[in-house]
T-cell receptor, first 113, second 111 residues
Framework: DAGVIQSPRHEVTEMGQEVTLRCKPISGHDYLFWYRQTMMRGLELLIY????????DSGMPEDRFSAKMPNASFSTLKIQPSEPRDSAVYFC???????????FGPGTRLTVL | AQSVSQHNHHVILSEAASLELGCNYS??????LFWYVQYPGQHLQLLLK??????LVKGIKGFEAEFIKSKFSFNLRKPSVQWSDTAEYFCAVHIGNQFYFGTGTSLTVIP
């Protein structure tokens, strides 16, 4: 398996634009997590899914953020409109039947100008 | 290529034993270092982080870590573990604009 795949690896956009981050979890994994990592706050959980259903989205910072998982092999994290403070590395991770061990994707580095 | 190594994949300790989990990275420049914990059924949480200054960093729940630049290490320690410390522990290194995670160490504390 290729592991967790994220695209794009780097995204530079202007304030106010819509940004869509994509993730393909490891095949057969039931859980999918979206994290944001910044220097000051470390890794923050934004939302996670179990069997494509959002379980906990309490970490989503505000209504500008939304996440979907239309099927077991694909998820998106959307920011609309984007702001400079959204600049961070966004990680997607997946795990098997219980979220004990997570496998992380390479991350998407987002820069909002 | 940069990498992070956690040599202990699974550690089993009795309560009150001392803990040290190893973390080594391969990069000669400036790094920022993190330890995360994942309790059963929960998501990752930040234990502690090192950016600069005192190489001995104290985190939550009695954990501490020491940055030894000459050894490229950032080992996690706790003098006396509790059953509630049973979890998965991840070391992470921030280099430039990239973050690298270790493969994790599973800690089981026996009451």
């Amino acid at each position: 398996d290729a592991g967790v795949i994220q695209s794009p690896r780097h995204e530079v956009t202007e304030m106010g634009q819509e940004v869509t981050l994509r993730c393909k979890p490891i095949s057969g994994h039931d859980y999918l997590f979206w994290y944001r990592q910044t220097m000051m706050r470390g890794l923050e959980l934004l939302i996670y899914f179990n069997n494509n259903v959002p379980i906990d989205d309490s970490g989503m910072p505000e209504d500008r953020f939304s996440a979907k998982m239309p099927n077991a092999s694909f998820s998106t994290l959307k920011i609309q409109p984007s702001e400079p403070r959204d600049s961070a590395v966004y990680f997607c991770a997946s795990s098997e039947t219980t979220p004990i061990r997570q496998f992380f994707g390479p991350g998407t580095r987002l820069t909002v100008l | 290529a940069q990498s992070v190594s956690q040599h202990n994949h699974h550690v089993i300790l009795s309560e009150a034993a001392s803990l040290e989990l190893g973390c080594n990275y391969s990069y000669g420049g400036t790094v920022n270092l993190f330890w995360y914990v994942q309790y059963p059924g929960q998501h990752l949480q930040l234990l502690l982080k090192y950016f600069s200054g005192d190489p001995l960093v104290k985190g939550i729940k009695g954990f501490e870590a020491e940055f030894i630049k000459s050894k490229f290490s950032f080992n996690l320690r706790k003098p006396s573990v509790q059953w509630s410390d049973t979890a998965e522990y991840f070391c992470a290194v921030h280099i430039g604009n990239q973050f690298y995670f270790g493969t994790g160490t599973s800690l089981t504390v026996i009451p």
